[in-house]
């Protein structure tokens, strides 16, 4: 029997009991559940990291994309929010097109 303790999809229960089996699960508080998602950002993002082709890099980039609309409700905030964030800093500070790699800074 696998044990896995971790923050899963809202249908994943569904999924297994389809396929002919039990789960065990709860739910969680507010602040357990911010710092699942938290956790849950760092195994998708390396599942991004070691993703081998782009295919699957954009799979797993929709998912960290989930876990960010998620985390932004949390924070009381809403995508489009984070979103406008996004955007003005973009303008202000641009974005990462250029492929820009800053090698060091002078101070003269």
């Given at each position: 029997?696998?044990v ?5 999809r ?7 009991e389809?396929?002919g ?9 507010d ?12 195994e ?18 929709a ?7 998620a ?6 905030a809403?995508i ?8 003005s800093?973009a ?6 097109k ?9 101070d003269?």
């Amino acid at each position: 029997m696998p044990v896995y303790n971790k923050l899963v999809r809202d249908n994943i229960p569904q999924v297994i009991e389809a396929a002919g089996k039990t789960c065990t699960m709860r739910t969680l508080g507010d602040e357990e559940y911010r710092q699942e998602l938290r956790k849950k950002a760092f195994e998708e993002l390396e599942e991004y990291m070691d993703a081998k082709d782009d295919a699957t890099a954009v799979e797993e980039l929709a998912d960290l994309l989930e876990i960010i609309h998620a985390l932004a409700e949390c924070h009381g905030a809403t995508i489009e929010q984070v979103e406008a964030i996004r955007a003005s800093k973009a303008e202000k500070r641009g974005g990462f097109k250029e492929k820009i790699f800053l090698i060091e800074v002078h101070d003269e």
